[in-house]
């Protein structure tokens, strides 16, 4: 099985009304809020430590089954400079992957570091999504 | 002691770790080669395949990869054997007779799968000796902190001290340090040793320790991640402390993000390049130290069994070394950079090298106080912060808000050039930053503004960066 670190779009940052502890490192986020700063159109988007994907990935990770991760609610805002950017644009729903998994065993995990690391499954199901600002790494 | 079989052992673990060497080394054509076949039979090869094959060897020619005639022929003659087995030969040469059955044999690779002994204790002697190998490496990084830090603390004011000859020394120690470690997770991994071996490889400290840089060399760095991750991967279901040992290395290249704080943010060093080579204005360096204190040199120093009188004589050694591996790294990467060959000191913060700052605001209503300042640019520019609003979510209590929402924080870009692009990659960097600094102090944030504003300043409007 090959595995991939994945470097997804980062669109925003953590909102104010994120909750996460700042005791070990990668931080551990219990709520989650993401406040769009910019946004290059992929589906899977990261603010570290966290990743949130479009409503249409997500029900295509739950439908495969895939391993290491679970849905979640996620609070989405627009900041200041979003709505100057895009004065018109809105963005369809996202949720928030939470990623629970081993790096090299699931199908998505994180390294120590915090980066995304994904199964080939993972990547032929991303291969179908608008993934175009995603950098990827072959691991194995 | 049969020693003709110890002596046959040890060779074969030196051909052994040859072999990983070299394996590491062909890795890119691999991944190259597993990528031209990929696209090549995902469906009916063009009329011109033998063309793009090639044209494919010539660009690994190009970057540095000699590949035999044979090889090559080898290889073509698979390709046509194995397409016509699988039917995807172009159509015109279809019509040609097909060849004997050697189409179902495979490429000419032979895989370089080492056997493994039986003798596990021998297997952990070797595992131990790279172990010993790497403890030797940081010791001899201490010793040249030490010894190089002595000569700083000795230098007279404004004294030019020479440093090329500590930096090259210290850059092959961290090189062979993880050099090492490579070779044990290599050897860990292919023994299958104990969860107990595995533990004593994370107690080692790193480079880092000392307010060195991580690592030195990417490739290497990205062969480590590899092995970590199968090291994770195996670790899982055997050892529930596995995880915690393997979540003990450290992959943030905090080093090489960080060794610029030593410029800028109000601290001021002076680097000068005699003769094109590295050395420091002493004078100045000692903010450096004070800088590199916030890195933890001191812990690591501490941890590594030195004294008082040493810490503070290596602080200031790995603040200036870090400082000029990283300002050599760069040079390196841009090769008309200003800087390179220049024989004239360096200009520092008080000179024009640029520095972000911030200052205060006096309302949080950040479009405002820019447009106030540049009422031409409105409805013209998107504004943004240099230092991210949201650090104040990150880091509480380093920044105040008024600091973060001043005139001296926002920068604007034109519409017109397709803002969002760079706002991304600002993001990009902004994150990674996040991810190298469990912690961050106001300098650490500053400077990263410096480095971004350095980047992409040309973008900005008005345009910052010096």
């Known amino acids: 099985m090959r595995y991939f670190v994945l470097a997804p779009e980062v669109a925003g940052s953590l909102g104010n009304n994120t909750v996460m502890s700042r005791e070990r490192h990668p931080p551990t986020v219990s709520r989650l809020h993401y406040e769009f700063d910019v946004w290059l159109g992929d589906d899977l988007l990261e603010a570290f430590p966290c990743f949130i994907v479009s409503q249409r990935l997500a029900d295509k990770v739950a439908r495969l089954k895939l391993s290491g991760a679970s849905i979640d609610v996620v609070e989405v805002t627009l900041s200041e400079q979003y709505r100057d950017l895009y004065p ?43 993934v175009d600002h995603c950098s990827v790494i072959p691991v194995v | 002691m049969d020693f003709a079989k110890q002596i046959e052992y040890n060779r074969r673990l030196l ?190 400290l790193s480079p880092s320790h000392f307010g060195l840089p991580r690592i030195t060399d990417e490739q290497q760095d990205q062969r480590a991640m590899r092995q970590l991750m199968q090291m994770n991967a195996r670790s899982h279901g055997r050892d529930k402390t596995m995880d915690r040992v393997v979540g003990g290395l450290e992959w943030t290249n905090v080093g090489l993000t960080g060794a610029g ?67 050599r790294r760069r040079g390196l990467e841009s090769s008309n950079s200003k800087s390179q060959g220049d024989p004239r000191p360096l200009e520092s913060t008080t000179g024009r090298t640029y520095s972000a700052s911030l200052g205060t605001a006096t309302t949080s209503d950040y479009r405002t106080t820019f447009f106030s300042a ?29 600091e973060i929402q001043s005139l001296e924080n926002l920068r604007g870009i034109r519409k017109e050039i397709n803002p969002e692009l760079h706002l991304s990659k600002i993001a990009i960097e902004w994150n990674d930053f996040y991810r190298a600094n469990p912690i961050a102090t106001k300098a650490q944030l500053l400077q990263k503004a410096t480095d971004i504003d350095l980047q992409f300043g040309a973008q900005f409007t008005p345009p910052t960066g010096g």
């Open chain 1, 88 to 130: 018109d644009r809105r963005i369809p729903e996202f949720l928030w992957l939470k990623v629970s998994g081993a790096a090299g065993r699931d199908d998505f995990g994180t390294d120590v570091a915090g980066r995304l690391v994904v199964s080939e499954q993972v990547m032929e199901l991303l291969k179908t999504m608008d």
């Open chain 2, 15 to 204: 051909v052994e770790d040859i072999f990983r060497r070299l394996e590491a080394a062909l890795q890119p054509v691999v991944d190259a080669l597993n990528d031209f076949f990929a696209v090549l039979f995902s469906a009916r090869l063009p009329a011109d395949w033998r063309e793009q094959w090639h044209a494919f060897i010539a660009e690994q020619e190009a970057a540095g990869y000699r590949i035999s005639p044979q090889t090559v022929r080898e290889f073509k003659d698979w390709i046509e054997a194995w397409a016509r087995y699988c039917e995807l030969l172009p159509v015109a040469e279809t019509q040609a007779v097909s060849p004997a059955p050697a189409a179902t044999e495979q490429p000419p690779i032979s895989r370089l799968t080492p056997p493994k002994p039986a003798e596990t204790n021998r297997r952990e002697e070797f595992f131990n000796q790279k172990l010993a190998d790497a403890q030797g490496s940081l010791d001899e990084i201490k010793r040249l902190l030490d010894e190089f830090g002595g000569r700083l603390d000795a230098a007279k004011l404004d004294d030019t001290v020479d440093a090329e000859a500590e930096v090259d020394r210290c850059e092959a120690l961290i090189w062979r340090y993880h050099d090492a470690l490579e070779s044990a997770r290599d050897a860990w991994l292919r023994d299958d040793l104990s969860g107990e071996a595995d533990a004593r490889m994370a107690k080692l």
């Open chain 2, 261 to 327: 704080i030593l410029v800028g943010g109000g601290i001021l060093v002076t680097t000068v390049k005699t003769g094109g080579k590295w050395a420091v204005v002493k004078a100045l360096t000692v903010a450096a130290a004070a800088a590199a204190a916030e890195q933890g040199v001191e812990a690591g120093m501490r941890a590594a069994g030195a004294d008082e009188q040493t810490i503070r004589g290596a602080r200031l050694a790995a603040a200036v070394i870090a400082f000029i591996i990283v300002r």
């Open chain 2, 374 to 402: 540049h009422p031409e640019l409105k409805g013209k520019v998107i504004v943004h912060h240099a230092i991210p609003q949201k650090v104040i979510v990150r880091y509480p209590n380093v920044l105040t808000e008024a």
